[in-house]
């Protein structure tokens, strides 16, 4: 026994040996592959070695290693996770799987293996830097930081790693030690491709263009496949005041010879029913609080329901406020940073995208490639570095308006434009902006304070010429400037030298840093009047000047980068400050400056000026922006050609030769099956003129399932954009009453005056009592709600705190017999004489067959002091609050079917009311009300259950209740 196994063991040496040499020449083999990049061969021979040898680690590292290295990180995932079950402390393993998570977007694990790495091995070169990169991804630059310098550590020659370490310099502003990075880099890697566009980005940074394009230009020359230089050049070339428009033109035009497949690639074919939902795709690396983000919120928000599935492809990882906004909007949001081109352009063509949008052009985060696969029927252009032709063909429209590219300039455009009736934007201030504009700063400087807060890229050496003619045309004037490059000694001097030559101290500059956003807006309240930068203008800081009531005054430049500032003037009803000609530029500062008073109520109303505008008007904008993406949809379905879509003030929309306007086919666009259907519209009287500032009312006036009589007593609404809306009918200087002529109490503060005495009264809530004041008296027409004739139905009463709610509801109770809803403001601390409360209105209401239902917006006062902050200012005492008053309990069994979805319909629109929206749902048919549960998501698809065909509202013509009122207000008074 003894003797045999003696036998066997001496027999089993030189297998193992056998083994183990065979097991070394194949890792060699596989290595020789892998180094040389032969992957395709590599891999075969690693999957060779795990079925031989199954309890060798190696085999299945090196296998999940060159599936990673060749794109499949999903499934090098599985491989390494075995290598490590065999070899759990190996820590190349533990650094690759770290880089394959990190590949598939799986962050948090990415970042638990090449910690675990780095435990073993702080020296680890692989993982500081994937750590780093994770890191910078998620704005921890200090960790990055701490990383990247790690990595340099253990090897200080690494030129990757000190390109990284720069690219983080610039993202923190620190451009000294970007430039000490980059510079010494460059000189010793001449032909280093990725330096040379890195510095160049840089250049282009700190304004040094001629440098930065020489430097592009090399990089290109050097390797000509690379899009990403070229692309970085086209941008750049924009800030360069010494190209002209057919330069430019000349320069996008070249991605499409260069870059683009040489054959066109076959475009994927999905429905082509015009009249069924779209799916549109957002390729994006700016929807989060960026200037992307915050320029499609608001259209987004108010795009039609059932009409679009939106498709986010997001290029960034940051989860911020705008971003969370945006979230709830998308079908599906698709975080895509560690996605290859080829495997993006996949991803679309199999969700299947209609309409792809790219928002990122050539800037940060660029996904041209994938564009230029044409992964969808139809591609358009829209926010997103956008400031010329993308120069890709594979792009059928650029979305624009009648500013940025006036008529004449299609030629300059490879896309076909879509010309917008208002801004091509849509403005929506963060909800952190919350600082007034304060007073204006020159009555307490004795001097105007200029300002721009652009980057500070877009200021060159022409402009501050102008600038500085301008300053020596006001005497004392001073100019602010804020931005990263600030922080630059050598840039600070640059131009202070250059305003210098011109004849400007130092003295007069101001140039500040970088600061967080919030504080950055905060700063115009320093400001009087916002310079815009030439020949690249402002976007988003225009609209911030405005929203901070600094009016900015701008020279459109050559391109449609250079006109951003004069699309969002005009369209905010100020064309006046767009200058034709740098004479003119600074005649409207000058005429501004002169006038300190003026200046000063410009100040204190341009906000609402610029909320009330097309600018802001998410409602308008998403009609608009539905019937753009409708239109080209249709063609698309005719089988034509992308064309010119050129939209009129009105709203109406012309393919260019086409006779007539884009008429959309008439559709369902069911909410997973659930459709409101009515005949007819909701009617809706609101006394106040508080309906007109409502985004929901503004959506069911585009939709046509309501039409709105407005009175407005103290004319507070006439610079309201829904009092021009199709289906309103605006009466200001007027009020509901008794019929006899009445009596308006203006106050100084418009929103407390009204046809009830203000009350004088130390007590009143602090915000109220200034406000309060009265300044005069003034007669106002009266209408008894009674004494209206040819009024179809009244659905939807609307009444104010600052008139006669109990007069007006005494002379209407023969009209508001039918009434579904009564919305009526109540106090409960008193600021005016007679007002109703809540024990008068119900009253009535009861009396009149309502029933009290809820307080709906309570309004709280604070009594705590107002230098405590706003967000610690706690308010407990009720002030105000909406009562809502139903139909009695009698009077809901005795509706119509019609009047149940009406009335259902209503509270789920403009209050968000489900349980009685579905309560009264039921009253008129089961399955409706279940196909509503399961639309809000309150409940599953029942098995078997198939969502009925539904027709969309159809409202039929009502006769008009214009003239009536007419007559009332012209011949009664």
């Given amino acids: 026994m003894s003797k045999r196994k003696r036998r066997n063991g001496t027999a089993s040496k030189p297998n193992r040996q056998v083994r183990a040499d065979q097991l070394e020449s194949l890792a060699n083999d596989f290595l020789i592959h892998y180094r040389a990049k032969q992957l395709d061969t590599a891999v075969p021979l690693a999957r060779e070695i795990t079925e031989r040898y199954p309890r060798a680690s190696f085999g299945w590292k090196a296998l999940g290693t060159a599936l990673m290295e060749s794109g499949d990180a999903q499934g090098a995932v599985a491989q390494l996770e075995h290598a490590l079950e065999l070899q759990p402390d190996n820590n190349e393993t ?26 073993q091995d702080a020296d680890n070169y692989q993982a500081n830097m994937h750590l780093a990169g994770i890191h910078q991804q998620r704005g921890r630059h200090d960790r ?5 310098e790690r990595s340099l550590e253990s090897l200080p020659d690494a030129v990757l790693a000190k390109m990284r370490k720069a690219s983080l310099m610039v993202e923190r502003r620190d451009y000294d030690q970007a430039l000490a990075i980059l510079e010494p880099l460059a000189e010793q890697h001449p032909k280093a491709v990725g330096v040379l566009t890195n510095l160049a980005n840089l250049y282009g940074t700190m304004g040094r263009f001629d440098e930065a394009e020489a430097r592009y230009r090399r990089a290109i020359d050097l390797q000509p496949d690379a899009w990403l230089a070229f692309s970085n050049y086209y941008f750049t070339a924009h800030y360069n005041p010494r190209h002209e428009p057919d330069t430019l033109f000349a320069i996008g035009r070249q991605w499409q010879q260069r870059y683009a497949p040489t054959v066109r690639p076959e475009r994927p074919a999905t429905d082509r029913s015009a009249a069924r939902p779209l799916r549109i795709g957002l390729v994006s690396a700016g929807l989060k609080t960026h200037p992307v983000g915050q320029m499609i919120l608001g259209a987004l928000e108010h795009l039609p329901k059932g009409q679009f599935h939106l498709y986010a492809y997001s290029d960034s990882l940051v989860d911020d406020a705008t971003a969370r906004r945006l979230k709830p909007l998308m079908e599906q949001w698709h975080e895509v940073p560690h996605t290859s081109h080829p495997d993006l352009a996949r991803m679309i063509r199999d969700d299947a995208i209609d309409i792809l949008i790219d928002m990122t052009g050539h800037t940060s985060g660029s996904r041209l490639p994938v564009i230029a696969e044409e992964p969808a029927p139809l591609i358009v252009k829209w ?31 490879l896309e076909k434009l879509i010309r917008l009736p208002d801004d091509y934007i849509c403005y929506t201030p963060p909800r952190h902006l919350t600082d007034d504009p304060g007073p204006l700063p020159a009555l307490e400087n004795g ?26 045309q006001l005497p004392g004037s001073r100019l602010l400037l804020k931005g990263g490059q600030y922080t630059n000694a050598d840039y600070c001097d640059r131009l202070y030298w250059v305003m210098e030559e011109h004849g400007i101290n130092r003295e007069r500059i101001l140039l500040e840093g970088p600061a967080p956003h919030k504080e950055l807006v905060a700063t115009y309240r320093r400001v009087d009047i916002a310079l815009d930068p030439w020949p690249y203008s402002g976007g988003l800081t225009t609209c911030e000047a405005l929203y901070m009531g600094v009016p900015v005054v701008t020279l459109p430049g050559p391109s449609f980068a250079g006109r951003h500032s004069a699309t969002h003037l005009v369209n905010a009803g100020l064309p006046e400050l767009v200058a034709g000609d740098w004479e003119e530029y600074r005649q409207r500062v000058i005429e501004l400056a002169s006038d300190l008073e003026s200046l000063g109520r410009i100040r204190q109303h341009l906000r609402q000026v610029l909320l009330q505008s097309p600018v802001c008007d998410g409602p308008r904008f998403a009609h608009h922006l539905t019937i753009a993406l409708r239109g080209i949809w249709q063609r698309h379905c005719e089988g ?31 909410e997973d099956g659930f459709q409101w259907r009515f005949e007819g519209k909701i009617i809706a009287m609101d006394n106040g003129s508080r309906l007109l500032n409502s985004e929901v009312v503004g959506q069911m006036l585009q939709r046509g399932t309501m039409e709105l009589i407005a009175f407005d007593p103290a004319s507070r609404a006439l610079q309201a954009p829904l009092k021009k809306q199709e289906g309103v009918h605006y009466y200001p200087n007027a009020t509901l009453g008794d019929g006899a002529p009445g009596t308006l109490y203006a106050c100084q503060d418009p929103e407390q005056s009204g046809t009830l005495m203000p009350l004088q009264d130390e007590y009143l809530p602090e915000g109220v009592k200034n406000g309060n004041r009265l300044l005069t008296r003034l007669p106002i027409s009266t209408v008894s709600l009674n004494k209206i004739e040819g009024l179809p139905s009244l659905d939807w009463l609307v009444l104010d705190a600052m008139n006669d709610s109990v007069c007006i509801l005494e002379h209407g109770g023969d009209r508001l017999c039918n009434t579904l809803l009564l919305q009526v403001r109540v106090v409960f601390q008193p600021t005016h004489d007679r007002q109703p409360n809540l024990a008068e209105v119900s009253h009535w209401a009861t009396r009149h067959g309502f029933r009290f239902y809820r307080l709906n917006d309570p309004q709280h006062c604070s009594l705590l002091p107002c230098d405590v902050s706003p967000e610690e200012r706690q308010a407990t005492e009720l002030y105000s609050a909406d009562a809502l008053f139903l139909p009695s309990h009698e009077r809901l069994q005795e509706l119509t079917p019609a009047q149940c979805t009406k009335l259902a319909f209503l509270l789920h629109t403009a209050f968000g009311i489900r349980d009685m929206a579905y309560r009264l749902l039921l009253n008129e048919d089961q399955q409706l009300a279940e196909q509503y549960l399961i639309s809000q998501g309150l409940v599953s698809m029942l098995d078997n259950q198939l969502p ?9 013509e009502e006769e008009t209740i214009a003239d009536e009122l007419d007559r009332l207000l012209n011949n009664d008074f």
Wanted: aromatic letters at 8%.
């Fill in 447 to 472: 001097s105007i304070t200029l300002g721009c807060f652009n980057n500070p890229a877009k200021i060159n050496e022409v402009l501050l010429e102008q600038w500085a003619t301008l300053m020596h």
């Fill in 383 to 413: 926010v997103g570095g956008l400031f010329n032709t993308t120069g890709v063909e594979a792009v059928d429209y650029l979305l624009s308006d009648v500013v940025e590219t006036p008529q004449g300039s299609d030629d300059h455009y």
């Fill in 948 to 956: 009925a065909e539904s027709p969309a509202v159809s409202p039929k």
């Fill in 144 to 148: 990055a930081l701490e990383h990247y």
């Fill in 640 to 670: 034509k050609a992308p064309q010119t879509l050129t939209f009129d003030k009105e709203g109406k929309a012309w393919f260019k030769g086409e006779q007539k306007p884009v008429q959309l086919p008439e559709s369902d666009f069911p």
């Fill in 94 to 119: 533990l650094t690759n799987l770290g880089k394959a998570l990190q590949q598939l977007g799986r962050y948090e694990e990415a970042e638990a293996r090449l910690n675990q790495a780095l435990e």
